[in-house]
């Protein structure tokens, strides 16, 4: 949250960066985080959190959408990488929720694969508007990235016992894009 801060502020450090960090790297990764966001353009986690390598282990879906591959590659960090904390983050304007949003609204399924994402994220767009009715997109967003956090954790063996342990925890946070700002709207289990 503190690279955040820096990258809103616009006081970047870009640390981590250089070729001495790279090379010592050749060998080993020590991420302190695994960030699980979305995959649009205008999201580079490494960017919005002032990160650089070696520091973050990222999985990217559109509208973070959980299948096997990511189940897998969180579970790799947590278990062989020893990263305590995996951040769900998501975004306004998400295209994969507007997109499902919209499947909702009409009943009209979007073709090919955009399918497999809209049914994967309709739940959280049926417990938005479930609560409220007049739900907006923001709500709908929010709820998605809630839901993610917690069903990598209901889906994950590995995952539920590393958090269980307080070896590993789970947040979501929402990203503005007009101000560069994370908010935290979940969290699940502490750091260890």
Known sequence: ?????????SESNH?????ARRTSLVTTQHPFAVIFGCSDSRLAAEI???LGLGDAFVVRTAGHVIDNTVLGSLEYSVDYLNVPLIVVLGHDS????????????????P???VRDLVERITPSVLT???RDQDSGLSDMIEEH??????????NSPILASAVARQRT????????????????????????
């Open 1 to 9: 949250m503190d690279g955040n801060a820096r990258f809103v502020g």
């Open 15 to 19: 640390p981590n960066q250089d070729a």
């Open 48 to 50: 919005i959190f002032d």
């Open 94 to 109: 998400c295209g994969a929720v507007t997109a499902t949003k919209e499947a909702v609204a009409t009943g009209q399924m």
């Open 111 to 113: 073709a090919g694969f």
């Open 128 to 130: 938005s508007l479930r």
């Open 145 to 154: 990235v809630k839901q993610t956090a917690a069903r990598l954790v209901e």
């Open 169 to 192: 925890a789970v947040v979501g946070l929402t990203y503005r894009l007009s101000d560069g700002r994370a908010d935290l709207v979940y969290s699940n289990g502490s750091i260890g």
